[in-house]
């Protein structure tokens, strides 16, 4: 899955639509965020960044294994 500069705004969005346990994680996530005075710029482009994992494998990151993120890394190059 790629994303547009234009989906950034929408990935965790989407990830917590898509993904079962997603808004959840993230809700926990962002308290953290928020808890440790983050700013939401921080929070906002790192929460981006971390969608990613959970919308490519459909499922949320401790779920997926290491060999398979390096398999699909090895699949883009």
């Known amino acids: 899955m790629t994303f547009s500069k234009e989906d950034f705004t929408a990935t965790i969005g989407k990830a917590k639509e898509w993904v079962p346990g ?5 809700s926990l996530f962002e ?8 700013s939401k710029s921080l929070i906002a482009n790192y929460g981006r960044n971390v969608a990613h994992l959970p919308l490519l494998f459909m499922r949320l990151s401790p779920e997926v294994s290491v060999t398979e ?3 699909s890394l090895c699949r883009k190059f």
């Open 22 to 26: 997603c808004r959840e994680a993230f």
């Open 31 to 38: 308290e953290r965020m928020v808890l440790d005075r983050l």
């Open 69 to 71: 993120v390096n398999s």
